[in-house]
């Protein structure tokens, strides 16, 4: 295991009442509240884990779903590792805005290869019995744009929560080892270069 921990910044985003506050509650407290209150702006936790050998610091940020605090909300994109869109499994148009959501992300994050950003999607609230979104739904739309890993959550339940954070970890890594490679790559190339110079001096 590598000593130094890495700080990655994941952030919630989905329409108001999904469950994104839940999420993070759940998973950094281990508490539920089933009278939540709308967040206004956005709220962050930290909490300190290690998957497959790698000591990380997840950073999560919490934003306000609902339309009007867009203004509040946008400001803290940048600079994110990952994003978890999320809707809830019994909300149709919860699950319809996530393409909204993603533009909404991409735009404010100034994300330069939005096709290589890691997205992850999450489908919440699976206890509920009436779902208006099959697990087949979910799964081809994140096929059909992007090929986006999809976990079913239930902060209530605490169904998948702990499993949710670590894959969007997974894939935050994953790029950043991507980065790592291709600044070694340029290191490599470089001194490739230098000693061919100094060959002919
Ligand atoms: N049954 C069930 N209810 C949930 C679950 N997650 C959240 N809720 C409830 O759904 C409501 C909204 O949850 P929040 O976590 O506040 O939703 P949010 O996405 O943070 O909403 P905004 O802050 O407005 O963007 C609350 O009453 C929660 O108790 C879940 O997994 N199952
Ligand atoms: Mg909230």
Known sequence: MSGKSLLLKVILLGDGGVGKSSLMNRY?????????????????????????????????WDTAGQER?????????????????????????SFENLSSWRKEFILYADVKEPDRFPFVVLGNKVDKSEREISTVDAETWCNENGGYPYLETSAKDDTNVDGAFEEAVRQALAVEEQVEHSVLGRTIDLHSSQSSGSSCC
């Not at 509240?33 to 790698?54: C, K, M």
């Not at 605090?69 to 148009?93: E, H």
């Open 69 to 93: 605090f867009k203004s509040l909300r946008t400001p803290f994109y940048r600079g994110a590792d990952c994003c978890l869109l999320t809707f809830s499994v019994d909300d149709r148009q």
């Open 28 to 60: 950094v407290t281990n508490k539920f509240d089933s009278q939540a209150f709308h967040t206004i702006g956005v709220e962050f936790l930290n909490r300190d884990l290690e998957v497959d050998g790698r000591l990380v610091t997840l950073q999560i």
